[in-house]
């Protein structure tokens, strides 16, 4: 682990097309802005990424490159997206001094997160460690992720044989977010490795890194929400790129990075432009596309699991 002048780190992960990068770019430039207009020089920005070219530069961001092999080894041996965030937290927890507080990319900062930041640095010696999670989603129910609902009631001695001591406990954190003092690299370990536990037997199963997050949270951390200071867009995961798109192409060539900090920061998020989007009838037909595309693409994965189970 290097050391590090910064007391806290703001993790990214920016991989796969443009529509992330883009994304990226934005919820990094609205943080900077905050950061430049304050004059602080105490958090850095980290984005881990498959293209360092897509990232920006500026002295309170670093960029640390993956290589495809790499990125794809995150993957596991069934392809899972969202392993490559376990396994990149993982990593800034171990190479990283100070605090570690990851967000998804597809956000925009309202303010700086002091506060969750100053939980996350404070001498926690002889209680349990805080985590930041982005909020709570609800909890486990016959109408809220039913089947993850069921495997907490019938298999909770798996559960405790996997080291979680109190499954009943869990609740539904949202992992848009997820922040960790220095130095609990074990917490990502652990989440990892129950994920990949838990993988094969709920779904739906592109929700499972999060329910792994939440149940070592819940079971050994003192849990707490990031707050408003973030705004997670998640909602329009299909409207959001096209809108950022137009954005960016809208701006004049060769801004600095200071000025276009400035302007994603004070951009007006406009939610009409994103419904407009979502009802026009090409992109109607665009998402039923790329829906079929991914069902294929789960039919597939239980193919895969269900042969792996008859070995």
């Known amino acids: 682990m290097s050391t590090s002048p910064f007391q806290s780190h703001i993790v990214y992960l920016s991989h796969g097309s443009q ?18 207009s304050q004059g602080r ?3 850095q920005m980290v984005i881990y990424t498959d293209r360092a070219d897509k990232a920006p530069h500026h002295p309170l961001i670093k960029t640390i490159e993956i290589d495809p092999a790499t990125l794809k080894s995150y993957r596991g041996r069934f392809d899972y997206v969202h392993r490559i965030k376990h396994c990149v937290l993982l990593r800034a927890s171990q190479e990283l001094t100070g605090a570690v507080l990851y967000v998804d990319c597809d956000t ?5 997160p002091d506060q969750a930041l100053n939980r996350l640095t404070q001498n926690h010696a ?22 993850y609902h069921r495997y907490l009631n019938e298999c909770i001695n798996e559960l405790r044989a996997q080291g979680i001591s109190h499954p009943e406990q869990v609740l539904n954190w949202n992992a848009g977010a997820i922040g960790l003092p220095q130095g609990q690299s074990a917490f990502f370990e652990d989440a ?5 536990f838990l993988f094969t037997r709920v779904k739906p199963r592109n929700w499972v890194e999060q329910f792994a997050w939440s149940l070592v949270g819940c079971d050994r951390y003192q849990m707490f929400a990031l707050g408003d200071c973030l705004h997670h867009y998640w909602g329009y995961s299909y409207e959001a790129p096209i809108y950022l798109q137009r954005f960016f192409a809208s701006l004049p060539q060769g ?14 998020w406009d939610r009409a432009s994103l419904i407009e989007i979502q009802q026009q009838t090409k992109h109607i037909w665009i998402r039923r596309w790329l829906k079929f595309k991914n069902s294929l693409r789960k039919r597939r ?9 008859l070995k």
């Open 19 to 36: 529509k992330f990068y883009d994304q990226t770019m934005f919820s990094c430039m609205t943080l900077l802005w905050l950061l430049i």
């Open 108 to 112: 925009r900062w309202l303010a700086l």
């Open 301 to 309: 994965l239980e193919r895969a699991i269900q042969r792996e189970k």
């Open 192 to 196: 990892l490795r129950i994920s990949d």
């Open 126 to 147: 002889g209680h349990a460690p805080p985590c930041c999670m982005h909020e709570i989603d609800g909890a486990f129910g016959p109408h809220h992720f039913p089947d």
């Open 255 to 268: 801004l600095s990075v200071e000025a276009l900090a400035q302007t994603c920061a004070t951009h007006e």
């Open 41 to 43: 020089t105490d958090i």
